[in-house]
């Protein structure tokens, strides 16, 4: 399976938000379990530098456009590390070389099957959208997104026939060649084209734009309009202007070309971007997922307000942890509808899931394996069709010229399969069948009849996984891999090993041989779970795989896995609303 994954490309008038980080750790997360089943996978993201108002945020700071996208971009590309992000490649729009040859390609392309020509227009303009907005789609005169009256624009610009490619369109969604996902929001795109379609203006003139942007090919006074330019990212970070051959492989050949966006971005990504590659001749993306909106305390984020630290992503990650964050976004957010985020609700979920739930259950494992096995335990056999490390590190498979993207991200930390040397194994031998109080460390423990339970929930949890990510329904996703932290606790309790311990100590050897099965389906329990969690929460499945790992023989001596994080600390929520 090959698959070329994006997401939208932010403009960049101000430092990333939480509502951005959500769309960025769903594709990581797409990325990710991909990888680790063996697909082949590009994950995409990068930003989006041409736009005007990006032109008006830096004429109000007296800085160059060019200062300000390369300032606010690296705060984009700076995203890589706080969030653990496995993205191949960064693209920005107006810096990479990559893009203008591409742009420049795809609007000759469309040029040569006739659909791109002059008009003069007049129309209602919203800077802070750039887009064109019809009287009745106004909000009392303005924007319905922004609440502000657009402008009255008059020029002559290029128009796309947009209109030559309803019915098409309409087929291709409506049969799910295109899928887009959830249900509501192909529906919405289909009443959308079922309204008829109009051609749109697809240029800028060049004193409008300040400049700033590609010019039209063979027409220097007309600026190419920055959504055409900006949705030709997904193919030109390909080099479809040039050689082509990334394009070929990720994009013409590749079995899915999935675009993450958000809802406020749907029209562009499921009607105008189709339409354009329909023009071009080339092959439509496969699916199309639709996320809602976050809101921060009860408010929206606003794009174009500089973002509070409570909705900085990286700055919630330098507080509360990469796996706070990203747990909170994968586990509490639904797959349609708007959620609200507060530092509360991050703090109790990290609280409740990672320090209790998970947390509480590698601590019991691991002192019951040292206090009576000296931490000399074989886990049980794997079931089948569990999830394994991926021992490879992501590598970047776009140039990055002057990205400011960190070199390369370090391997997803010490993966157990890289302490399984041979000579680390037989060093884990030699210790075990040393120290070893019971007589043959060699073979795994058969599963204990009594483990039925959490057997059935490690086979399933992957499968559930498996489809809830295939219908993008990522808090569905997170809750099945949970369902193995839920059924280990539930067996811990149930077996009560450490009173198996006590009548082991007394003398009780049947006791003893239960022990030594109930632990290691427990230790095996947590090394699947480690994998089956790397998707979501690289960084703690990476501790975790550490505390359970037997390959040596002997587990490392336990430590806290996700310490409880003390609200005290920090201020309610209510107090500190920085939101606009
Ligand atoms: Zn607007």
């Known amino acids: 399976m090959t698959t070329f994954l994006s997401t939208t490309i932010p403009y960049v008038n101000a430092r990333p938000h939480l509502g951005f980080a959500l769309e960025l750790v769903q594709g990581d997360v797409l990325a990710r379990h991909g990888r680790q089943a063996g697909d082949q996978v590009r994950y995409q993201t990068g930003t989006d530098d041409n736009s005007l108002k990006n032109v008006l945020a830096a004429e109000a700071e007296g800085i160059s456009p060019a200062t300000l996208v390369g300032r606010n971009a690296a705060a984009f590309a700076g995203l890589r590390e706080p969030l653990a992000l496995s993205f191949d490649d960064f693209i920005r729009t107006s810096s990479d070389p990559r893009h203008q040859p591409g742009v420049e390609r795809l609007w000759r392309a469309c040029e040569a099957s006739g659909d791109l020509y002059r ?19 106004l909000d009392e005169g303005n924007c319905p997104d922004h609440g502000t009256p657009p402008q009255l624009v008059a020029e002559e610009n290029w128009f796309f026939r947009l209109s030559r490619y309803a019915d098409q369109l309409h087929a291709a969604i409506s049969s799910g060649q295109l899928r887009i996902e959830p249900a509501s929001k192909r529906n919405e795109v289909l009443g959308f084209i079922a309204g008829g379609l109009e051609d749109f203006s697809v240029s800028r003139s060049v004193e409008r734009a300040r400049g700033w942007g590609i010019p039209v090919p063979g027409d220097p006074s007309q ?307 480690a994998a089956e969690l790397w998707p979501f929460l690289p960084d703690l499945a990476a501790r975790l795989a550490v505390a359970c790992d037997d390959s040596a023989g002997v587990l490392p001596a336990p430590r806290p896995l996700f310490p409880r994080i003390e609200t005290r600390q920090y201020p309610a929520a209510s107090t500190q609303s920085e939101v606009a």
């Not at 007049?122 to 009745?136: D, K, N, P």
Request: hydrophobic letters at 50%; a negative charge.
């Open 119 to 137: 008009k003069s227009y007049e129309g209602l303009y919203c800077v802070r959208c750039e887009q064109f907005y019809a009287e009745a789609e």
């Open 223 to 529: 600026v190419i309009y920055v959504w055409w330019d900006a949705l030709g990212n997904y193919i030109t970070a390909l080099r479809y202007g040039s050689d082509g051959a990334d394009y070929r492989h990720w994009w013409t050949g590749a079995d899915r070309r999935v675009h993450l966006v958000g809802r406020g971005v749907l029209r562009f990504h499921a009607v105008y971007w189709p339409a354009i590659l329909l023009s071009a001749g080339e092959p439509l993306p496969t699916e199309i997922f639709v996320h809602d909106y976050l809101t921060v305390d009860g408010r929206k984020i606003s794009k174009s307000a500089a973002s509070g630290a409570r909705s900085d992503p990286a700055e919630l990650a330098a507080t509360f942890g990469i796996d706070a964050v990203r747990w909170w976004l994968l586990r509490d957010v639904p797959r349609a509808g708007d959620v609200d985020f507060t530092v509360d609700r991050l703090i109790a979920r990290a609280n409740e899931d990672l320090a209790n739930g998970l947390g509480n259950l590698v601590s019991r494992v691991g002192a019951l394996v040292h206090s009576s096995r000296d931490g000399v335990i074989r886990a049980c056999p794997r079931p089948a069709g569990t999830s394994r490390w991926l021992a490879a590190a992501s590598t970047p498979a776009g140039s990055l010229p002057d990205a400011p993207l960190p070199a390369a991200l370090p391997p997803p930390a010490l993966p157990p399969a890289a302490l399984r040397s041979a000579a680390g194994l037989a060093a884990g031998l030699a210790v075990a069948s040393a120290s070893g109080p019971a007589a043959d460390r060699d073979h795994a423990p058969s599963w204990p009849a009594d483990a039925a339970g959490l057997l059935g929930a490690l086979e399933q949890a992957p499968v559930a996984v498996r489809a809830a990510l295939a219908r993008f329904d990522f808090r569905a996703a997170a809750a099945a891999v949970w369902t193995i932290v839920e059924e280990a606790n539930r067996y811990v309790d149930a077996t009560e090993p450490w009173h198996l311990a006590r009548a082991e100590r007394a003398g009780d050897a049947a006791a003893g041989q239960r022990l030594d099965g109930v632990l290691g389906a427990l230790v095996a329990a947590c090394q699947i779970l």
